[in-house]
């Protein structure tokens, strides 16, 4: 790299910082400190929902140093996402608070460098880093729906959580996060963002899909697994009373095969496929019933989650 090259991205880096670096808070909601990101002109706070060790006694720290009471409107676990607000001193009104300009990440590819922004003490920390590996949406292991996975290659330190990710054109692609996959930084990207926050502004909580049963994985006999084209299935071992299962006709006993022609291998990949988008729907379910095939239809209901 030549010395000139050089100097220009050192320049490039700071002043990305310098402009998105008032956006990132300090959030105090647990023994340490962790970061969030400005959400709102009027004071609404994006943070990753796993870091809420509490949910009093709250409170934000911006890049001026004043700190504010803060209430949570909402939390997703399914995504690890959760939404503060801030609570204004007395007698005065939050108005303009420097948001960061977010973009659609699609067009993110594996090698482009980033900045990840936070905040865990008074000063912004900036750390450097590259998108090391890309994909299509994905669910997270709480049934949540993520619209791309953006995974970064860099390490995770305290505070990490809650961080701001750039672009060096100085656009914001999403928060990035720690929770959702341990030991792993990936990105709840801006479309992602945008839905969740949306509707914890609307509710103060995402809405989930609702069967009502209770399974455990098992695998198909040899002699059935050819016919049926499934090797594993979910064994219903409980049945809610007064439930969609129960009032669609799924029996203890009964071998679930799949979901609308998804299959189902573990217990997380049914929760996954109950997202809120099939909240009153009408589902089918194939499955096996004293050693026989057979297909129920059942609407799903719905589970209203704070955490």
């Known amino acids: 790299m030549s010395k000139t090259l050089g100097l220009d991205l050192s320049e490039t880096l700071a002043a990305v910082v310098e402009t998105h670096g008032p956006s990132v808070v300090r959030v105090h909601c647990r023994r340490a400190p962790t970061s969030g ?10 943070i990753a929902a796993h870091t ?12 001026d140093g004043r700190t504010l009471k803060a209430r949570l409107i909402g939390r997703d676990a399914g995504t690890d996402l959760a939404l503060l607000a801030l609570e204004s001193p007395e007698g005065t009104k939050l108005e303009g608070l420097p948001t960061p300009e977010f973009i659609d990440p699609s067009g ?11 905040r865990p003490s008074r000063a912004a920390r900036a750390q ?33 959580s809650g961080s701001l990710v750039v672009n060096l ?5 999403g928060l990035a996060t720690a929770g959702p ?3 792993t930084a990936v990105v709840a990207p801006t479309a992602t963002l945008t839905r969740v926050m949306q509707t914890l502004q609307s509710n103060g909580k995402m809405k989930r899909g609702f069967l009502g049963v209770s399974t455990y994985p098992v695998r198909v006999p040899p002699a059935q697994a050819q016919a049926l084209g499934h090797t594993t299935a979910l064994l219903v071992v409980g049945v809610q009373p007064g439930s969609p299962a129960e009032t669609g006709g799924l029996l203890l006993g009964d071998a679930l095969l799949s979901l ?33 095939p057979l297909e129920l239809r059942c609407r799903i ?3 209203e989650e704070r955490s």
């Open 260 to 292: 609308d022609g998804q299959p189902l291998h573990h217990a997380q990949e049914l929760l996954a496929l109950l997202d809120e988008e099939k909240v009153g729907t009408e589902v089918t379910l194939r499955l096996v019933r004293a050693g026989s």
């Open 52 to 63: 809420l060790e509490r949910e009093d006694d709250l409170s934000v720290t911006l890049h």
């Open 108 to 118: 993110a590819k594996v090698g482009h460098l980033t900045l990840t922004l936070s």
């Open 181 to 183: 996959i341990r030991g």
């Open 169 to 173: 054109a100085g656009q914001a692609l």
């Open 301 to 303: 209901g719905t589970r």
């Open 37 to 46: 990101i400005l959400w709102s002109v009027d004071g609404q706070v994006a």
């Open 128 to 160: 450097l880093s590259m998108v090391s590996a890309v994909g299509d949406a994905w669910r997270t292991s709480n049934g949540g729906r993520i619209e791309q996975y953006l995974e970064l290659g860099l390490g995770i330190f305290p505070g990490f």
